[in-house]
């Protein structure tokens, strides 16, 4: 208990080991500085003010899916929140990137991605939908692959995946999803939790008329 006690306190706390890193795989590298913290979830009320309502959990559902944990449902919540690695450096100059899950419960996918969803890998105006869960690395500004994710490997069933969608904001703390659909078009996702799940959608309204569902639509932001 003790040494989970400490991990918890220590591992948020920044990192300030630069070394040069090739992004892209073409020889160009940077110094990358990467500091560690956990996904904080702010959702909006409906009388427009702003609401803490969990962190992204390290723990997946039968599906494969990445799940959400706050106090009220887990007094221990803060072992069981998500550790993500943001390479700082990457995020000064606006460049989307991979998030690292420090304490993945699957090794072999070790990134939080975007996983195509029932009607697709793209999002745009209609109420289609991506699933937010484990998968393995891919290069910044790609279309959607089979990349190999949490998803197919719980269900057994093909899907597309991304994990360098991430912008971080150095001063707000923002982490926001930008997806590259499959004709390559750009998308700044909302971020939506429903079902205990997360989801990527490109409209709110549509998604929730489509699939009759309660959202919670949330922010993520650094919490360190």
């Known amino acids: ?50 609401k803490v309502i969990g962190y992204v959990s390290r723990a997946l559902n039968s599906y494969g899916e990445y799940i959400g944990v706050s106090p009220s449902n887990n007094k221990d919540d803060v072992a069981a929140r998500m550790l993500v690695s943001i390479d700082l450096s990457l995020a000064e100059n606006g460049t989307a990137q991979s998030l690292l899950v420090k304490n993945a419960p699957k090794n072999n996918y070790p990134f939080l991605g975007g996983i195509g969803g029932q009607e697709g890998s793209s999002i ?74 997360f989801v990527f959608t490109g409209d709110k309204k549509t998604f929730e008329d489509t699939w009759n569902q309660d959202v919670d639509w949330i922010t993520l932001s650094l919490d360190n």
């Not at 040494?3 to 990358?32: I, K, R, W």
């Open 124 to 197: 745009g105006s209609d109420g289609d939908y991506l699933l937010v869960g484990g998968t393995r690395e891919t290069a910044t500004g790609a279309k959607p692959s089979y990349c190999g994710n949490t998803f197919t490997d719980a269900r057994n069933i093909l899907r597309k995946c991304s994990s360098a969608i991430w912008l971080f904001n150095t001063t707000s703390g923002l982490v926001t999803p930008q997806w590259v659909n499959d004709d390559g078009t750009a998308v700044v996702a909302n971020i939506g939790y429903t079902q205990g799940a």
């Open 1 to 50: 208990m003790l040494v989970q006690s400490l991990a918890a306190l220590l591992l948020p706390a920044l990192l300030s080991t630069a070394f040069p890193v090739d992004v892209a795989g073409d020889g160009d590298v940077h110094a990358e500085i990467n500091t560690l913290g956990y996904l904080k979830c702010t959702a909006t009320t409906s009388s427009g003010k702003s």
